[in-house]
T-cell receptor, first 110, second 114 residues
Framework: DAKTTQPPSMDCAEGRAANLPCNHS???????VYWYRQIHSQGPQYIIH???NNETNEMASLIITEDRKSSTLILPHATLRDTAVYYC???????????FGDGTTLTVKP | GAVVSQHPSRVICKSGTSVKIECRSL??????MFWYRQFPKKSLMLMAT?????????EQGVEKDKFLINHASLTLSTLTVTSAHPEDSSFYIC??????????FGPGTRLLVL
């Protein structure tokens, strides 16, 4: 699986959009981009995934660049409960084992 | 939606004892489950892949005789930490792939070995 690079930490004001970047410059053509988050002392939670096109669900939006070498997870209206570690993972399938990097610690502040 | 549970949620044991952690898929079947370990302020590290009906596959550096994995049924995998020592204290998390290319993670088990 391709390696990902994320900033170690970010802050966001409550109610504002949180934009979390991820670099995956070695991604191959059949690899998806998956995003998970882990709230303190809990198991990771699936957020969203995509291959080429931008994706949106009830939790977030995923923007993938045209060359697929980077992506951005967008939480449109961050709340205090969105404070967590966000992991970007690149893999051919989500049914297999996941290789977690260090992730980005997002702190949403009032 | 699909749920994965773990039991117990936290356990404290004495050094030298063995501890069993259960991982269950509550409303779906999982022929494969994954076990991760997470130390404080660190990321999740894959320990092993649990396979129903066959032996588990361990990641490099993980002692298979110390971390016994049994995938007893299509909804249950167990991880037994044998002869636990303080350095085995960690947060243990399991996961299982569900439908629609989604991986479901359990809530984790916090192990403290005294």
């Amino acid at each position: 699986d391709a390696k990902t690079t994320q900033p170690p930490s970010m802050d966001c004001a409550e109610g504002r959009a949180a934009n979390l970047p991820c670099n995956h410059s070695t991604i191959s053509g059949n690899e998806y981009v998956y995003w998970y988050r882990q709230i303190h002392s809990q198991g990771p939670q699936y957020i969203i995934h995509g291959l080429k096109n931008n994706e949106t669900n009830e939790m977030a939006s995923l923007i993938i660049t045209e060359d697929r070498k980077s992506s951005t997870l967008i939480l449109p209206h961050a709340t205090l409960r969105d404070t967590a570690v966000y992991y970007c993972i690149v893999s051919m399938t989500n049914a297999g084992k996941s290789t977690f990097g260090d992730g980005t610690t997002l702190t949403v502040k009032p | 939606g699909a749920v994965v549970s773990q039991h117990p949620s936290r356990v404290i044991c004495k050094s030298g004892t063995s501890v069993k952690i259960e991982c269950r898929s509550l409303d779906f079947q999982a022929t494969t489950m994954f076990w991760y370990r997470q130390f404080p302020k660190k990321s999740l590290m894959l320990m092993a892949t649990s396979n129903e009906g066959s032996k588990a596959t361990y990641e490099q550096g993980v002692e298979k005789d110390k971390f016994l994995i049994n995938h007893a049924s299509l909804t249950l995998s167990t991880l037994t930490v044998t002869s636990a020592h303080p350095e085995d204290s960690s947060f243990y998390i399991c996961s299982a792939p569900g439908q629609g290319e989604t991986q479901y993670f359990g809530p984790g088990t916090r192990l403290l070995v005294l």
